[in-house]
């Protein structure tokens, strides 16, 4: 069984949804997921749960994580860390990359997602950042545009990709959740 992470100890930076997207996307593709919401918070639209035969573990974290990070990395095929194109993010960001260096196992790698991306020079600042930064740790950078559409479906307890299949943000969470699949050694979700 594959298991990916989504991690930060920054509360309030995407894991929840991104997890959610990725946890979905499976499910539309007929993948049987084991589903772990390990944030008491609650930010998740998806409810904890295991899936006959399931392929993925799927777990989201909580933010203002320390103890038990070590540990879940190591057991991680995938890391999944989601960041703000803001200052205020970048030092949790840095510590999140030296953790998953230092305890990594064999074989997984690390996806640095920039959320709430927009068309604004800050956000592709910190996208440069990110790259030149982390470019040789990561195995993908990849973007999670900021979009009134997904906080829609978030609110309808939907992916996106269901609430508006042909929006920009569809595509977008699609890219995300595919960049992750392929890290993962899972076929892609087929655009509709």
């Given at each position: 069984m ?21 946890v979905?996307?499976?499910?539309r593709?007929g993948i ?10 609650g ?9 006959p ?15 038990d990070?070590a540990e ?5 095929d995938v ?6 194109p803001s200052?205020l ?6 510590f ?6 230092a305890n990594?196992k064999r074989?997984?790698?690390l996806i ?13 600042e ?5 790259k ?6 990561a ?7 900021q979009?009134?559409a ?7 307890d ?9 929006s920009?943000a569809a595509?977008s969470?699609?890219e995300?959740?595919?960049t992750?699949r392929?890290a993962?050694?899972?076929p ?5």
């Amino acid at each position: 069984m594959k298991n990916v992470l989504f991690v930060n100890r920054k509360g309030g930076c995407g894991k929840s949804t991104l997890c959610a997207e990725f946890v979905l996307s499976l499910r539309r593709s007929g993948i049987p997921v084991n589903f772990y919401d390990l944030d008491v918070q609650g930010g998740t639209i998806l409810e904890t749960g295991e899936e006959p035969g399931a392929k993925v573990a799927a777990i989201d974290t909580p933010g203002a994580l320390e103890n038990d990070l070590a540990e879940w990395i190591r057991e991680a095929d995938v890391v999944v860390i989601p960041t703000r194109p803001s200052g205020l993010d970048m030092e949790s960001l840095r510590f999140m990359v030296r953790v998953y260096e230092a305890n990594r196992k064999r074989g997984a790698c690390l996806i640095i997602v920039v959320n709430q991306f927009t068309r604004w020079s800050s956000s592709r600042e910190y996208l440069e950042w990110v790259k030149d930064e982390f470019g040789k740790t990561a195995a993908a950078i990849t973007t999670f545009m900021q979009s009134e559409a997904v906080i829609q479906a978030s609110i309808q307890d939907m992916s996106v990709v269901d609430f508006a299949p042909r929006s920009a943000a569809a595509r977008s969470a699609l890219e995300v959740v595919n960049t992750i699949r392929r890290a993962a050694k899972l076929p892609e979700e087929q655009r509709r």
